[in-house]
Structure formats: structure tokens, C-alpha cells
Antibody, heavy 124, light 108 residues
Framework: EGQLMESGGGLVQPGGSLRLSCAAS????????MSWVRQAPGKGLEWVAN????????YYVDSVKGRFIISRDNAKNSLYLQMNSLRADDSALYYC?????????????????WGRGSLVTVSS | EIVLTQSPATLSLSPGQRATLSCRAS??????LAWYQQKPGQAPRLLIS???NRATGIPPRFSGSGSGTDFTLNISSLEPEDFAVYYC??????????FGQGTRLEIK
């Protein structure tokens, strides 16, 4: 079935940086598109970024473009999110998420495996 | 950007009743829509993809329908464990992938 485990969250001052990591196990990580999805306290879900299996395609929500960088290391079964120039409205629980594929192996960009999340708090 | 609007914001029903949740897209997403369930303190769980395909392990009381801009999640007979927040999500026109704001299903 698989498992995802995030780490690296914490308290950071506005303008600061943080790097989230996600360790994947129990499935073929190198065959999966991966995403980060966040949820501010008491709020809804917001997709942040995703990355193709070979890292050649990466996409971001407008609010984080130029500040966040998604990356992966298939040899280590790991996904990363480098977050720079953090703002108060970036405060959220950040989920590492696997994206679905059709039976023929084409991506269809739903989310079928979620980690437990890593909490990021941006505050002075 | 595709905006998804869910209604109602809160739905109060009793166990055994039928629940109908709505998700409307600002532009057509064909059938590229999913539904998720989220319970307090837990990550979301995929229920339905491609508008009507139940995910692995999801009981048949959950069903999805719709295409284009109007979608519905039905729960035929509510069990106590079904009371949660439900989100729709589109992948028909991205980036960005977008979610609805959620419908809270609460016990009446």
C-alpha cells in the first residue's frame, strides 16, 4: 500500500527558509508523480506543487512561484520542498502526497496516498 | 484557474439518511473530478476519482456522478463513521490543481 512520512517542519520567522522532506516506502516511488498539498489550521486543502517521475516537469501554485522549489531523489525514495521567503500565510500542515495513475500508467492527478503532514508555522 | 464551489457548507443529517453533496466548477473539467473525506486529525482519503470511480476499499454506499461543471457525491445510508468533511478536487485544467472549500457533514 505504501507509506509517506514528512519531516522538517517547525517555527520560522517571516522571510526565513525551511526544507521539508518526505520519505516514501512500500511502493514504486520512482514511478509516481508526487505533490505537496497544504492545509492552514481550520481551513481547506490547497495544492502547492508537483513533480514528474524524472523531475523534468514541475508545477507550482502561483502564490509560491519563485519562493518554493520542489525536488526529488529517486535513489533515496525522497521528496523535498525548499521554502524560501516564508510568509505568515504559508503557515499550514504540509502533506506529501502520491498522485494516481490510470491502469495503463498515465497520470490523472488525483491523490491516493497521503502522509500525516509536517506543520510549518511562520511567525515572529 | 478552475474554482470549485461546494454546497451546502454544512449538512446536518442522521445515521441511515441519504446525503447529497454538490460541487460546481467554474468551467468544464469533463469528468476529471475527485472526492475526498477528511476526519479530524487525519489526512484526507480518496473516495472517488474520474467523477464516478470508487477508490480501492471504499464501500458501495459512496457514489459519484456528474460531468462538465456539476458533480454530486451521494452517500446512500449514512453510517456513524461517515460524518466528516468532504472535498472535491479537479484535475481537468491545471496548473493549478484546485479543491473546493469543503462540506461538513455533521450528525443531526
Amino acid at each position: 500500500e505504501g507509506q509517506l512520512m514528512e519531516s522538517g517542519g517547525g517555527l520560522v520567522q517571516p522571510g526565513g527558509s525551511l526544507r521539508l522532506s518526505c520519505a516514501a516506502s512500500g511502493f514504486s516511488f520512482s514511478s509516481s508523480w508526487m505533490s505537496w498539498v497544504r492545509q492552514a489550521p481550520g481551513k481547506g486543502l490547497e495544492w502547492v506543487a508537483n513533480i514528474k517521475q524524472d523531475s523534468f516537469e514541475k508545477y507550482y501554485v502561483d502564490s509560491v512561484k519563485g519562493r518554493f522549489i520542489i525536488s526529488r531523489d529517486n535513489a533515496k525514495n525522497s521528496l523535498y520542498l525548499q521554502m524560501n521567503s516564508l510568509r505568515a500565510d504559508d503557515s499550514a500542515l504540509y502533506y506529501c502526497v502520491r498522485e494516481t495513475q490510470t491502469p495503463l500508467g498515465f497520470p490523472n492527478w488525483y491523490f491516493d496516498l497521503w502522509g500525516r503532514g509536517s506543520l510549518v508555522t511562520v511567525s515572529s | 484557474e478552475i474554482v470549485l464551489t461546494q454546497s451546502p457548507a454544512t449538512l446536518s443529517l442522521s445515521p441511515g439518511q441519504r446525503a447529497t453533496l454538490s460541487c460546481r466548477a467554474s468551467h468544464s473539467v469533463s469528468t476529471s473530478l475527485a472526492w475526498y473525506q477528511q476526519k479530524p486529525g487525519q489526512a484526507p482519503r480518496l473516495l472517488i476519482s474520474e467523477a464516478s470511480n470508487r477508490a480501492t476499499g471504499i464501500p458501495p454506499r459512496f457514489s459519484g456522478s456528474g460531468s462538465g461543471t456539476d458533480f454530486t457525491l451521494n452517500i446512500s445510508s449514512l453510517e456513524p463513521e461517515d460524518f466528516a468533511v468532504y472535498y472535491c478536487q479537479q484535475s481537468g485544467d491545471w496548473p493549478p490543481i484546485t479543491f473546493g472549500q469543503g462540506t461538513r457533514l455533521e450528525i443531526k
